[in-house]
């Protein structure tokens, strides 16, 4: 079973974004994908104001094949309401954070506090994490240390400058787990597995942007063992939405 962990879903005409659930089904369908984590491109409540209701119908409409992370601007007087309501009420499965387009620090208080709260509700925290500003492993790595019961997960394993860095933080910091997607160093997911454990390691595809396909090839051709390969294409992935 391959459960793809980062693909997005959203209606932005005024941006020109359409990136429909069906199209998700589609790429998944081609790539042999299961199940995957969809998540908006823009912060509840910022743009799109019907973001949670939008991810919540698409899960309703593909029921065990799409689950959503709730994608909140820390800034958000209603943050911590708007997580309890995805979680509680809508069955969402994790909190998405994207430092590029709130301005927010990882570690800062008010990204903090969503982070601790999605561990109090059991819900990863999955980070965009590259080499954007207050995106680089590092930067994320200090909201890690100061939430030890989260579990954190760096998305792109630190794109595409970063990625020895994702790695060393990852052995530093037992809570952070590394997501594969758009990374374009195969080499480094060996590595990955090999420094900090299959078990830490997760495949997503960044989808329906990136190619599903490519994606899960770029796993298949790293070499794994049949159970390290089965792990991070979707063992870990059940654990950590908790479908095992």
């Not at 910022?46 to 119908?57: D, K, M, W």
């Not at 990882?106 to 965009?128: D, N, Q, V």
């Not at 240390?145 to 910091?173: K, N, S």
Request: negative net charge; glycine residues 10%.
């Amino acid at each position: 079973m391959i459960i793809d962990m980062h693909m997005h879903v959203d209606e932005l005409p005024g941006l020109g974004w359409s990136m429909p659930a069906s199209r998700c089904i589609e790429t998944m369908d081609e790539a042999g994908i299961s199940a995957a984590v969809i998540m908006t491109v823009t912060d509840i409540p910022e743009v799109n104001p019907n973001a949670l209701e939008l991810i919540a119908g698409e899960m309703t409409r593909y029921p065990g094949r799409l689950f959503g992370f709730a994608r909140i601007h820390p800034w958000y007087a209603e943050s911590i309401k708007v997580l309890d309501r995805a979680v509680l009420e809508h069955g969402f499965r994790g909190l998405k954070l994207h430092p590029v387009s709130t301005l927010a620090q990882p570690s800062g208080a008010e990204s903090m506090r969503l982070i601790r709260r999605a561990g109090e509700l059991g819900i990863p925290t999955l980070f965009h994490c590259g080499d954007d500003p207050m995106t680089t492993p590092l930067a994320i790595a200090d909201a890690a240390a100061r939430c030890p019961e989260a579990q954190i997960i760096l998305g792109h394993m630190g794109g595409y400058g970063h990625t020895d860095e994702a790695i060393r933080v990852a052995e530093l910091h037992s809570n952070i787990i590394l997501e594969t997607s758009a990374c374009p160093y195969p080499e480094k997911i060996v590595e990955a597995v090999a420094r900090v454990g299959a078990e830490r390691v997760i495949f997503g595809s960044d989808g329906p942007v990136c190619s599903p396909v490519l994606e899960v090839e770029k796993i298949r051709m790293c070499g794994f063992s049949a159970e390290d390969e089965a792990l991070i294409l979707g063992d870990n992935a059940q654990t950590l939405l908790g479908l095992s």
